[in-house]
């Protein structure tokens, strides 16, 4: 009944449970969620999700109650997702599934952590293509291809974009989240003066925070209705793109947040080369079969939270004595 309701109520663009793809392993179906809701549930469940609440999202390892942390951002994307995706809809499960699996695969230390992981490997490292490593093969969960591939795809980097419009929601909702709430972390973090933001970026979305997700939000919303596809409007999206390259230039490359990035390097590119050189400290869960040393260090160390990361370097490349 509630999957007829879908084909019922939802937009065209919008994806079916019913209509799913098959998993890589065939099983049985639920008999009081969809396919999507059961995706949902498997990573809200897991490991690798719950170690989010000690990862970073911007400010490394923060000390204050209030600081955005991987898990809390999460969250938030998971909400203006769902936001956009009922205005539009959507599929809401599985905007959901999507939004809460996105950052999955982040190393330590945010974007510092894939920084450190990229030049280890022939290929490369990108969180959220080991986000999926992580749901097909570290902690295999056996989801739906359409929630895999909106993670995958979760990155602005990757092409092609994700084939489903929840996908796409996320992605905007990502940028949305983190925008405002980096910008009130960086305020409370004394980095930040919102008198120093462009005045005609402000003009466009309002001053730092809620009035930011409230102005993104509907201009995700209006556009997509008149375009019959999950988009924005082009200046909209220049303006946003904008708004982007500035918290860059002066909240994530400040100068102190590098010295910062540069610490978080030498920890975990320390701690691989550790792990590699004795594979046997490496948790079974990550030392599987086929995957060399390198790439079970790598898996181990992607894995930790920052605190967990600080206190293993620490066990290891402390000068004994020291204090």
């Not at 019922?8 to 994806?15: D, F, M, N």
């Not at 990757?158 to 405002?180: H, K, Q, S, W």
């Not at 004394?190 to 462009?198: N, S, T, W």
Request: glycine share 6%; hydrophobic share 40%; net charge negative.
């Amino acid at each position: 009944m509630r999957e007829a309701e879908e084909d019922a109520l939802l937009s065209p663009i919008a994806a079916r449970s019913a209509r799913a793809r098959p998993r890589d392993v065939d099983e049985p179906e639920d008999p009081y969620r969809t396919a999507y809701e059961r995706d949902r549930d498997r990573i809200l469940h897991c490991k690798a999700f719950r170690r989010l609440k000690h990862k970073t999202q911007v400010f490394l390892n923060p000390e204050g109650d209030h600081f955005v942390t991987r898990l809390t951002h999460t969250l938030q994307v998971a909400q203006v997702g769902r936001s956009i995706a009922s205005a539009l809809a959507l599929n809401e499960p599985l905007t959901e599934a999507i939004c809460l699996g996105h950052d999955i695969g982040h190393a330590p230390f945010g974007h510092t952590g894939e920084d450190a992981l990229a030049p280890l490997l022939e290929g490369g490292w990108q969180h959220a293509i080991h986000g999926v490593r992580i749901v097909e093969v570290l902690e295999p969960l056996n989801l739906t291809p359409e929630v895999r591939d909106g993670i995958r795809q979760s990155s602005w980097r990757n092409d092609p974009p994700p084939t489903t419009a929840e996908g796409m929601v996320c992605r905007f909702a990502d940028r949305i989240a983190y925008l405002a709430h980096d910008a009130q972390d960086a305020q409370r973090a004394g980095v930040l003066d919102p008198a120093d933001l462009p005045a005609h970026l402000i003009d466009r979305f309002g001053p730092p925070g809620r009035a930011w997700i409230a102005a993104m939000l509907t201009m995700v919303v209006d556009a997509s209705v008149e375009a019959g596809e999950v988009t924005m409007r082009p200046d909209d999206l220049v303006a946003m793109h904008e708004l982007r390259t500035w918290m860059f230039e002066h909240i994530y490359l400040r100068e102190e947040a590098r010295a910062q990035s540069e610490r978080g390097v030498r920890v975990i590119q320390d701690l691989v080369g550790h792990f590699r050189r004795h594979p046997q400290q490496i948790p079974d869960a990550y030392r599987l079969p086929g995957s060399s040393d390198l790439q079970a260090a790598v898996d181990y160390v992607a894995g930790m939270s920052d605190k967990y990361a600080i206190s293993a370097h620490d066990q290891r490349f402390r000068p004994a004595g020291l204090y």
